[in-house]
């Protein structure tokens, strides 16, 4: 599993609608996408849920490397995003595990991202456990559709992903930021196993 995510901040002032119009007309389009586990097309409107800017940011969880390649650089759709808004910065991030949850079946309205650096006197392994152990915490929310944590080696950083049935719970980490999800496409997201992947 790899996840990927890309962010395209807007001016304050941009009308957030055209975003919601762009998804409602064009997100269907990865609905049966190969090696796509799933493409949540999600949001950050300036001033809701604490968010300071708005932002269009939408999150994926691949299945296999080679389908992320070829959507980045082999004509696979992202050329789109580079026509309108240019060629963003893409983060991604190496698979640690995928937990459903029980609203698994609902489509989701929110997500959440937090991003945990791994200090460098810090021992990885008990980090990721410990990380571990709050995803499958998480996951068992009634709320949680599904719940992912990866990391990305590079910049030596933990991500843990979830995405909600409904608003995300006050209770969740006042960092993590939040956002809202316009469109779900599944189409593999049962090929990507639930639980620790190693």
Not at 27 to 47: P, Q, S
Not at 71 to 96: A, C, E, M, S, Y
């Amino acid at each position: 599993m790899y996840a990927m995510q890309y962010e395209i901040t807007l001016p304050a002032d941009y009308d957030m609608n055209v975003i919601r119009h762009r998804v409602a007309t064009r997100g269907h389009a990865l609905d049966d996408r190969a090696g796509l586990g799933l493409k949540a097309y999600v949001i950050r409107e300036r001033g809701v849920d604490g968010s300071p800017v708005n932002q269009y940011a939408p999150f994926y969880l691949w299945d296999g490397i080679g389908a992320m390649s070829h959507f980045l650089v082999g004509g696979g759709g992202f050329q789109g995003i580079i026509g309108d808004f240019g060629r963003p910065v893409v983060q991604h991030w190496t698979g640690i595990a995928c937990e459903p949850g029980p609203a698994r079946g609902a489509a989701p309205r929110a997500a959440s991202r937090r991003l945990t650096p791994v200090p460098a006197g810090a021992d990885p392994a008990a980090l990721v456990a410990e990380a571990l152990g709050e995803l499958r915490e998480s996951a068992r929310s009634s709320q949680v559709h599904t719940a992912a944590l990866a990391f990305d080696p590079r910049h030596w950083q933990l991500l843990r992903f979830t995405l909600w049935a409904d608003a995300v719970p006050a209770a969740e980490d006042p960092d993590a930021e939040r956002y809202e999800v316009l469109h779900l496409s599944t189409p593999h997201l049962g090929d990507i196993p639930a639980g620790r992947h190693w």
